[in-house]
Nanobody
Framework: VQLQASGGGLVQAGGSLRLSCAAD????????FAWFRQASGQEREFVAA????????GAEDSVKERFTIHRSPAENTVYLQMYFLKPEDTAVYYC?????????????????WGQGTLVTVSS
């Protein structure tokens, strides 16, 4: 199983980015997905997640008014759309998947991980 994360880059504060997590069709159709992030010198933290059906998205409090997660069955891809980015959003963002109908905030619950994509927000 491979998860291919992409879409990171350098953006000014207040800008937007869309991260993508591409999966194979079987993984996509059987899994709940999540995004985590890890800033330099800090622990990995939960950002957002979506259930297998796509009906129960969730996000961490600091981003839930600015980030949205959705999944595209036609593309076998999960997206994290990020708006109004802040310097404190700077981190490596990882997508993760678990063969389950529902998601978790706990990183250890996820079986598959992408390679990470760097998001840098300048002030």
């Amino acid at each position: 199983v491979q998860l291919q994360a992409s879409g990171g880059g350098l953006v000014q504060a207040g800008g937007s980015l869309r991260l993508s997590c591409a999966a194979d069709r079987r993984t996509f159709s059987t899994s709940a997905f999540a995004w985590f992030r890890q800033a330099s010198g800090q622990e990995r933290e939960f950002v957002a997640a979506i259930s297998r059906s796509g009906s129960h998205p969730g996000a961490e409090d600091s981003v839930k008014e600015r980030f949205t997660i959705h999944r595209s069955p036609a593309e076998n891809t999960v997206y994290l759309q990020m708006y109004f980015l802040k310097p404190e959003d700077t981190a490596v963002y990882y997508c993760a998947a678990v063969p389950s109908s529902d998601w978790s905030r706990q990183a250890e619950s996820y079986r598959y991980w992408g390679q990470g994509t760097l998001v840098t927000v300048s002030s």
